[in-house]
């Protein structure tokens, strides 16, 4: 079936993008509920069964029946509907769901055109999807022109909404000078998909492996920011001969509770655990404030504020709690001693999120690297933050080399 944007009430679905829009803005939701909306619409002139909703939403992998409750659900609140206001998916006892209201085709494409962003075609964005080895579905971005430059992925990103995010943009104008950056959204995040078996660090290193073989990449230089620097060490160690430089910043070996050398550090780790799941859970905002002064300690509170929205947006508390515990525990010290390719470590010296000793315990383990600090407090280097150019200069002279 032709790819198509469906217009209905105040909403439009791009089933093409797999983006669905009210008055023109990005309603964030769970891939799988967009998936679901999808098909509904797309087959609006039937009911249809639950097993083949199933079927469609869970890929043709066994889904248990008891998954498409909270998929209905969140595909309903995301266009304004629920279980007694039904005006768009009505349950039709016994039988399955149909999409009711009335539908507007606002456009069509065909299936095997690319989805290119109507603001991002001047700079040649696409984002397309791929399967990881166990199947989750992580969607990708090629941005840019040049020889490619691949980032890993690190939490709080969404495909869709990184370029209008301050947390964010700057790295675009910056990374994509002459070269092609090709970015995804981890799984559990963005437009990935957000229900998943595990959140392993093997799992996040085979979706990295999925994304640069669906872009048909062989060799290329490999950023990590963050946690994503322990995959990008891992995938580099992995795959020694696909990596030809790699670029960590903010980054680290060990997680907190593998870091905890005695029972204070263990407990410290647990408090810093310990608030950031009140914040997730409760969604409290002097909870999340802290949290995001700990990603960018120089920011305002206004600026703390607007990164715990974009939170709520890139992903579900319940995911948001697992990618914390898992963090808290990946482990690379037993072999970034296997990465074989020129290592450029870039940190900020009072990192408030991920202390500096870090980054030289980084660099005593790769044998090829070099160590960079920059008078920064920042975990992620902001647009007005002095480092920031600083941090350019060093990337693309090091990639030049």
């Not at 989750?136 to 939490?155: C, D, F, M, Q």
């Not at 891992?234 to 990596?243: F, K, L, T």
């Not at 690379?332 to 000793?357: E, F, K, Q, W, Y």
Request: proline share 5%.
């Amino acid at each position: 079936m032709g790819s198509a944007v469906y217009s209905f009430g105040q909403y439009e679905l791009d089933t093409d993008r797999r983006r669905l829009s009210r008055d023109g803005q990005p309603v964030p939701t769970e891939p799988q509920a967009v998936d679901l909306l999808c098909h509904l619409v797309e087959h609006r002139d039937r009911v249809v069964p639950k097993k083949e909703l199933l079927h469609t939403v869970g890929r043709g992998r066994p889904v248990g029946e008891a998954a498409l409750t909270p998929w209905l659900r969140t595909a309903r609140l995301a266009i304004g509907d629920n279980a007694t206001r039904q005006q768009f998916i009505r349950t039709v006892r016994g039988r399955g769901y149909q999409f009711v209201a009335r539908v507007t085709v606002a456009s069509t494409t065909l299936p095997t055109v690319p989805a290119v962003t109507a603001a991002a075609e001047a700079d040649h964005e696409v984002i397309r999807f791929c399967l990881s080895a166990d199947g989750t579905r992580i969607a990708y971005a090629t941005t840019g022109e040049g020889p490619p430059l691949v980032k890993t992925a690190n939490w709080l990103t969404h495909l869709d909404l990184d370029r209008t995010t301050p947390m964010w943009a700057h790295w675009f104008d910056g990374l994509t000078r002459g070269r092609q950056l090709i970015r995804y959204d981890e799984r559990g995040c963005g437009l990935s998909e957000w229900t998943v078996p595990s959140f392993t660090l093997d799992d996040l290193v085979d979706d990295l492996d999925s994304v640069v073989d669906a872009a048909g990449l062989d060799r290329f230089p490999l950023l990590g920011v963050s946690q994503g620097g322990a995959v990008a060490v891992a995938y580099a160690a992995r795959r020694p001969e696909r990596v030809s430089r790699l670029v960590l910043t903010a980054a680290y070996a060990r997680g907190r509770q593998i870091l905890a050398a005695d029972d204070a550090e263990r407990d410290a780790a647990q408090v810093d655990l310990n608030i950031a799941r009140a914040g997730w859970r409760s969604q409290d905002s002097s909870f999340l404030r802290f949290f995001a002064s700990q990603f960018l300690a120089d920011a305002t509170p206004a600026e703390w504020d607007a990164f715990a929205a974009y939170q709520r947006q890139t992903t579900s508390p319940a995911n948001g709690l697992r990618f914390l515990e898992e963090f808290t525990r990946i482990d690379v010290s037993g072999i970034a001693h296997r990465v074989t390719c020129p290592t450029l470590i870039i940190h900020s010296r009072d990192d408030a999120r991920v202390p500096v000793t870090q980054a030289l315990e980084l660099a005593t383990l790769i044998p090829d690297s070099r160590l960079i600090l920059l008078e920064s407090r920042n975990h992620l280097f902001t647009a007005a933050d002095p480092a920031w150019p600083t941090f350019l200069s060093h990337l693309y002279n090091f990639l030049a080399e």
